[in-house]
C-alpha cells in the first residue's frame, strides 16, 4: 500500500437466510453442530457442504450459508499446484485451516487430515489433536473403512469428533491407478457398504462417498440419495481449470473474469492509461512546492 491512509475494515459478513436447524442469535448466525448433522439424517434437512482452501472462499461460504465448510487435502491441487492430495502436510492443513478459521468463524469446518497423518493410533492422536487445537477444527475427517475401524474409535474414545470417507479415496490412487469411479460391480459396492458399517460401528458422526453410484452420508458424484451434497469451492465456481470431474457442475467462470480483468489491466498499464486521476493522490500544492525546494537544495550539496 503505497499511502498511509488505514486500509478499509472488511464487510461484516451477512447472517445466512433462514433454514430448518439455522439458528440466529443478536442476528448473529449459529454455527451447526455434530447433533444437528446427526439429526439430519432423521428429519431429512439436506446439508451442504464446501470444500474451501482460504480465507476469502471460507468468507464466501459463510456469507452463503453453507452448513459445512470443509477444510480439504485438495488443497494441495488448488493451492499449491500438485497433481494429487498426496503431497499435503499437517503444517500445511494447519496453516489453510487458520485462515479458514478467520474467514468462517460461525461456520462448522471438518479438517481432513493428510496423507499419513494417521496411518497409526498414535500419529492419528497427535495430528487430529493438533488440527483441533490449532486450526480450532470443529471434527476431523481421515479416510477408510474398515481397515482404519481400530483408528477410527481411538479418535472417538478419545473425544474427537470425527468423520470418514470411503469409495474413491484420493490417498490410495495409487492403488486404484488414478481417479477412478469405484463400486461399480456387485463385489465393490459390497466392500463399500462394509466399509460404510464399519465407520457407523467406530463411532463417526458422518461419513463421505466419493465417486460411487444409517449415519449421515455426504455425496461428491455419489448421487441425489445421499444426505447432503459436497463441492470444492474453485471447482462449482471455475476457479480451478486444470481438469472438471463429471461430478461437478460449474456455477460461475471466475477464472475467463479474472483473466479478462487481468488482461485489461496489463493493457491500460502498457498504453499508459493507468494510473490515472482517479487511482492516485495528491499532495498540497504548497508542500509540493516545499519538496522540490529542498530536492532541488539537496542537488547543491
Not at 152 to 180: C, E
Request: hydrophobic share 40%.
Amino acid at each position: 500500500m503505497s499511502s498511509t491512509e488505514t486500509p478499509a475494515e472488511p464487510a461484516p459478513v451477512k447472517p445466512a437466510e433462514s433454514k430448518p436447524g439455522v439458528k440466529k442469535a443478536e442476528g448473529k448466525r449459529e454455527k451447526r453442530t455434530i447433533t444437528e448433522i446427526r439429526e439430519s439424517k432423521r428429519t431429512g434437512e439436506e446439508m451442504v457442504y464446501m470444500s474451501v482452501p482460504d480465507y476469502t472462499s471460507a468468507q464466501w461460504a459463510e456469507m452463503a450459508g453453507v452448513d459445512v465448510a470443509v477444510l480439504g487435502d485438495s488443497l494441495a491441487m488448488i493451492a499449491h499446484g500438485h497433481r494429487n492430495t498426496v503431497p499435503a502436510t499437517m503444517d500445511m492443513m494447519v496453516m489453510h485451516g487458520q485462515a479458514v478459521r478467520r474467514g468462517a468463524p460461525n461456520t462448522f469446518v471438518l479438517g481432513c487430515m493428510p496423507y499419513q497423518s494417521y496411518n497409526t493410533v498414535d500419529r492419528a492422536l497427535v495430528n487430529a489433536t493438533r488440527f483441533m487445537q490449532e486450526s480450532l477444527c470443529d471434527a476431523v475427517k481421515p479416510q477408510g473403512g474398515k481397515s482404519q475401524a481400530h483408528i477410527l474409535r481411538a479418535l472417538v474414545d478419545a473425544g474427537i469428533p470425527t468423520a470418514s470417507h470411503i469409495g474413491l479415496t484420493p490417498h490410495t490412487i495409487a492403488m486404484f491407478g488414478g481417479f477412478k469411479i469405484q463400486g461399480r460391480t456387485a463385489d465393490a459396492a459390497m466392500r463399500i457398504l462394509e466399509d460404510a458399517f464399519a465407520i457407523e460401528d467406530s463411532g463417526c458422526f458422518m461419513l463421505e462417498f466419493e465417486a460411487v453410484p444409517a449415519i449421515p452420508t455426504i455425496g461428491i458424484g455419489a448421487g441425489a440419495g445421499c444426505d447432503g451434497q459436497i463441492l470444492l469451492c474453485y471447482d462449482l465456481l471455475g476457479v480451478f481449470t486444470d481438469f472438471k470431474p463429471k461430478f461437478t457442475k460449474r456455477y460461475a467462470k471466475l477464472t475467463e473474469v479474472a483473466v479478462s480483468g487481468i488482461m485489461q489491466y496489463v493493457k491500460e498499464v502498457k498504453e499508459g492509461t493507468f494510473p490515472d486521476d482517479d487511482h492516485s493522490y495528491t499532495v498540497n500544492e504548497a508542500e509540493y512546492e516545499k519538496f522540490a525546494a529542498m530536492v532541488a537544495k539537496r542537488r547543491q550539496v
